[in-house]
C-alpha cells in the first residue's frame, strides 16, 4: 500500500502526526463521547439506469459505483480478484463498530459486509458457563474466540460466496439456534478485539487499522453496553474490567498495533482518518472493476455445445412466429408466450433425475414406473423477464419454491450489476431451475449462475432456461460453466453491436408488461434482466 499523505491526528506505517490539541481535563467523560454518526449526511443511493450518470461517480475525494455490483469473475466465469477485506482491531468498546459504519457510510457502496468477531465466540461448556454468569470466564483471551471459523468464513466471503455466521447471545453466553446469512461483496470489514491476533487471519486482510481509544473512554463504555444491551450489573463489568479485560488489552491486543496500517487515535472522532480509509478502498474498488460483456462477445465461437437442449420444431413451437411478429397485439403476446414457456417448463423436467418406483393401482394391481429423485425444485427467475416465466413453473410443480434475483444492465457501460436478490434456505441441496427470457451475450446469466454457485449449488444442477437465446450466450454460458444444462426454445444465429439478438423477439419485458421501449430500439437488453 502506497504511503498517504500526512494527516492530523493519524499514524500511517508507524510514523505519527499529531493532531489538535485534546479537550481540557475539565471535561466530563460522557461530553467525551460523540453521538454515533454524528457529523455525517444520511446516505444516499443512486442507480444506473439514469444514462447522465457514469458508471463511477469521481469526485475529489472518492470514486464509487452508482449502481449494483459489478461482476466479480471474468469470462470464464471464474472469480477475477478477490474482495477488499479491512481488519479493525482495537481494545473493547474503544469504537471498532462505529468506525465500520462510519466507513460504510463514507463509502457508499451497495455491496459491503461487516463481520463482527464476537459472533465466533466459542460455545461454552456448563461449567464455563456458570463461570461466565458470575463474570469470572475470560472472554479477551485468544482461546476464547474460534478462529477456524473465523478464517473459513473470511476466505468464503473473499471469493464472493454466502456463507452462515453465528450469532452469539451475552445474556446466556450461548450461540442462537438460527444462525444469519451473509453474501459476497466487494468489501467486507471485519472487526475485533482480536482480529490481528492470528497470522494466518492477518492474511487475509487487505487492510489493517487499529482504533486507539483512551482506555477511561472505553470503560465508561463498556459500561454503558453491557449494563443497558447485555443485562450486567456495574460491579460485574468492572471486576470483569480489573480481572480480564485490562490485562488481556496490555498482553495480547496493545501489541498487535505494529502490524496495522493505519492506526486511528480517538475512534470515530477522526474523521480526517475515515476519510482517508475511504479514498484508499474506492482506488481499489476502481481497479476492481472488470469488462465482461466484451470479453464474452469476441469468445467460444464454435459448435453448439452438448449441455444445449432445443425445442423440437414442432408446429407447437411454431408459435415463434407469432410473437416475433411485430404487429402482434400485448394479449396475443402473452398468451403464446406463455403456452411456449409451458412446453420449455415440461420439457426441461425431462432432465431431471429419475428412478424406477412401483406404486399400487385402485385395482390393487403393481405399476411399475418413474419418481422424481431428487430433494426438491427451486425456481430463479431474473428480474424482470424471468418472472414471467414463474406460473408456467408453478402450473407443473407442486410446491415449488421461488426465488429471485435483479441484475440490470448499466446503461453507460453496458456491463450487468446484481441489485438483489432472496433465495430460499438451503437451496444447495435442490435442482435449481433458473430462468430468464431471452439470453444474449450471456452475461446476466452467468452473473446469475455464480450467484447460485456461491449458494453452494452444484453446476450439473443448474438448468438454465430461455425461450430465446443467441449463440453467443449460450457458447459463452457453456464455456464458463459447462456442466449446467441449457435449454430453450430457439437459438438465433447473431448479436448486434449492442448485443441485441437478430432477428430477435424485441425487448421481452416491455412487450410483455407493455412498459415503453428503451430509446435506441434495443433487443432484448432492458434495464431489468440483460441476457
Known amino acids: 500500500m502506497s504511503s498517504p499523505p500526512a494527516y492530523p491526528g493519524i499514524r500511517v506505517s508507524g510514523c505519527w502526526t499529531l493532531g489538535a490539541e485534546g479537550s481540557s481535563n475539565a471535561e466530563s467523560l460522557d461530553r467525551l463521547l460523540p453521538p454515533v454518526g454524528a457529523g455525517r449526511s444520511p446516505r444516499k443511493r443512486t442507480t444506473s439506469q439514469c444514462k447522465s450518470e457514469p458508471p463511477l461517480l469521481r469526485t475529489s475525494k472518492r470514486t464509487i459505483y452508482t449502481a449494483g455490483r459489478p461482476p466479480w469473475y471474468n469470462e470464464h466465469g471464474t472469480q477475477s480478484k478477490e474482495a477488499f477485506a479491512i481488519g479493525l482491531g482495537g481494545g473493547s468498546a474503544s469504537g471498532k463498530t462505529t468506525v465500520a459504519r462510519m466507513i460504510i457510510e463514507a463509502l457508499d457502496v451497495p455491496w459491503v459486509v461487516l463481520l463482527s468477531m464476537d459472533s465466533f465466540y466459542k460455545v461454552l461448556t456448563r461449567q464455563q458457563q456458570e463461570q461466565a454468569a458470575h463474570n469470572n470466564f475470560n472472554f479477551d483471551h485468544p482461546d476464547a474466540f474460534d478462529f477456524d471459523l473465523i478464517i473459513s468464513t473470511l476466505k468464503k466471503l473473499k471469493q464472493g460466496k454466502s456463507v452462515k455466521v453465528p450469532i452469539y447471545d451475552f445474556t446466556t453466553h450461548s450461540r442462537k439456534k438460527d444462525w444469519k446469512t451473509l453474501y459476497g461483496a466487494n468489501v467486507i470489514i471485519f472487526e475485533g478485539i482480536m482480529a490481528f491476533a492470528d497470522k494466518t487471519l492477518l492474511e487475509l486482510l487487505d487492510m489493517k487499522i487499529f482504533v486507539d481509544t483512551d482506555s477511561d473512554i472505553r470503560l465508561v463504555r463498556r459500561l454503558r453496553r453491557d449494563i443497558s444491551e447485555r443485562g450486567r450489573d456495574i460491579e460485574g463489568v468492572i ?26 487515535p480517538r475512534g470515530s472522532g477522526n ?105 426438491q425444485i427451486t425456481g430463479v427467475s431474473i428480474l424482470r423477464a424471468g418472472e414471467t416465466m414463474e406460473p408456467a413453473l408453478r402450473a407443473v410443480c407442486k410446491d415449488v419454491r421461488i426465488g429471485t434475483i435483479l441484475i440490470q444492465t448499466n446503461q453507460q457501460t453496458g456491463e450487468p450489476e446484481l441489485h438483489y436478490l432472496r433465495l430460499p434456505k438451503d437451496i444447495s441441496d435442490d435442482h435449481v431451475i ?14 446469475a449462475v455464480r450467484v447460485l454457485l456461491d449458494h453452494d449449488v452444484p453446476e450439473d444442477k443448474i438448468f438454465l432456461l430461455s425461450l430465446l437465446m443467441a449463440e453467443m450466450g449460450v457458447h459463452s454460458v457453456a464455456y464458463a460453466f459447462p456442466r449446467v444444462r441449457i435449454i430453450t426454445t430457439a437459438v438465433d444465429k447473431r448479436v448486434n453491436d449492442l448485443f441485441r439478438i437478430i432477428p430477435g423477439i424485441g425487448n421481452f419485458g416491455d412487450r410483455y408488461f407493455g412498459t415503453d421501449a428503451v430509446p435506441d430500439g434495443s433487443d432484448d437488453e432492458e434495464g431489468g434482466s440483460t441476457g
Open 239 to 264: 471486576k470483569q474490567y480489573n480481572k480480564f479485560v485490562k490485562p488481556a488489552f496490555d498482553q495480547y491486543i496493545q501489541p498487535t498495533m505494529r502490524v496495522a496500517d493505519i492506526v486511528v
Open 271 to 375: 474523521t480526517v482518518a475515515i476519510d482517508l480509509i475511504v479514498q484508499h478502498v474506492h482506488s481499489q474498488l476502481e481497479e476492481r472493476e472488470l469488462s465482461v460483456r466484451a470479453a464474452l462477445a469476441s469468445a467460444h465461437q464454435c459448435h453448439l455445445p452438448r449441455t444445449l437442449s432445443v425445442l423440437k420444431s414442432t408446429p407447437q413451437v411454431r408459435m415463434h412466429t407469432i410473437i416475433r411478429d411485430r404487429e402482434t397485439s400485448r394479449d396475443e403476446f402473452i398468451f403464446y408466450s406463455k403456452r411456449l414457456m409451458r412446453l420449455l417448463i415440461e420439457h426441461a423436467l425431462s432432465f431431471l433425475p429419475f428412478q424406477d418406483c412401483v406404486v399400487q393401482t385402485p385395482q390393487g394391481q403393481d405399476y411399475a414406473g418413474k419418481c422424481y429423485a431428487g430433494k
Open 434 to 447: 433458473l430462468m430468464d427470457c431471452t439470453v444474449s451475450t450471456g452475461a446476466a446469466a452467468m452473473m
